[in-house]
């Protein structure tokens, strides 16, 4: 069955980078757009960033554009999101997600569009 898996989270400082990955495995991970979204306590999930089943084509939300840059690897199955200039306000819950869809013509950045979560990793900004 499907599975992602993320890691890479902690605890960091305002203005520090890290990178999390997302390994994916029991589907054809090179026909399925990828996202990442985030969700803080009392807040709904919200869209981070996608990328195309290629890795041609990205999507980022303006909070975060500039400072974070999605990838893939398609040969290893993985998707990672490099996170720079971290603040306060990028800690949540980090999920990585599949598109319910092959092949798309341009990334979505609605979760509607997505259908196999993984379990989340949680990112924390200190001040």
């Known amino acids: 069955q499907v599975r992602l898996v993320e890691s890479g989270g902690g605890l960091v400082q305002t203005g520090a980078s890290v990178r999390l990955s997302c390994q994916a495995s029991g589907f054809h991970f090179n026909m399925y757009d990828m996202g990442w979204f985030r969700q803080a306590p009392g807040k709904e999930r919200e869209f981070v960033a996608s990328i195309s089943w290629s890795g041609t084509s990205t999507k980022y939300a303006d909070s975060v554009k500039d400072r974070f840059t999605i990838s893939r690897d398609n040969a290893g199955n993985t998707v990672s999101l490099q996170m720079n200039s971290l603040k306060s306000e990028d800690t949540s819950v980090y999920y990585c997600?599949?598109?319910?869809?092959?092949?798309?013509?341009?990334?979505?950045?609605?979760?509607?569009?997505?259908?196999?979560w993984g379990q989340g990793t949680q990112v924390t900004v200190s001040p």
């Open positions: 997600a599949a598109d319910r869809h092959v092949h798309r013509l341009q990334p979505s950045t609605s979760a509607r569009d997505f259908n196999s």
